[in-house]
């Protein structure tokens, strides 16, 4: 499930392809989460990435993907909820980047 600002200018690519992969960030990429969740344009630019099994970017070096199809979207107060099925899933070795209380942390 990834909930989208209604404002999103990509919310439009998300609902009609049908399509979507959630990636998993180690805890040493701090800017990239922070390069995604400030640009509101061009942020795959200079990114290096590949098409999972369903065409949604991976992004390389991430700790794991989850490949997904789309089942159903909702509205939810501003944002819109898809909920998807899970096509395919890659995970690798390491600790994930938290995102907690304002800030990032670690695990334990």
């Known amino acids: 499930m990834v909930a989208i600002d209604r ?3 990509f919310l439009k690519v998300f609902e009609t392809s ?3 992969a959630v990636n998993i960030l180690r805890e040493n990429q701090v800017d990239l989460s922070i390069r995604f969740a400030q ?3 061009g942020r795959f630019t ?3 990435w590949s098409e999972g099994s369903t065409g949604s970017p991976v992004i390389e070096g991430v700790l794991g993907v989850i490949d997904c199809k789309t089942s159903q979207v909702i509205d939810a107060g501003d944002h819109r909820v898809l909920i998807g099925e899970v096509v395919e ?4 070795e390491g600790r994930p980047l938290v995102f907690f209380g304002s800030g990032y942390t670690r695990l334990g």
């Open 7 to 9: 404002d999103c200018t």
């Open 18 to 20: 049908g399509f979507y």
């Open 39 to 41: 640009l509101p344009e």
């Open 46 to 48: 200079g990114v290096a």
């Open 89 to 92: 899933v890659g995970i690798g």
